[in-house]
């Protein structure tokens, strides 16, 4: 997954409201490994160092460099265990 796309074209719009996201779970899923894998992997791929655009400061994907905008997404699969 990548979060731009070179067939995608940026509108140049301003910036909107800033919206915050906030994580939150239980002390359960804070103890079990498959939770904190699920957290971690949430942070990754919101993570301002190397996605620019979730900063606290807006940036055009325009201005973003295309090493950063073409970062793959942190994967997740196979680290969930199957319920059965």
Sequence with gaps: MLFRSPDLVPLALPPAA????WIT????VRRSP???VALDWLLS???SSDYPH???DFVHPD???????????PA???VIPQLT
């Design 18 to 21: 800033p919206i915050q996201f």
């Design 25 to 28: 779970y239980t002390e359960r």
């Design 63 to 73: 201005h973003v460099p295309p090493s950063k905008s073409q970062a793959p997404a």
């Design 34 to 36: 498959a939770g904190m």
């Design 76 to 78: 997740l699969s196979g």
């Design 54 to 56: 979730f900063g606290d």
């Design 45 to 47: 791929i919101f993570n």
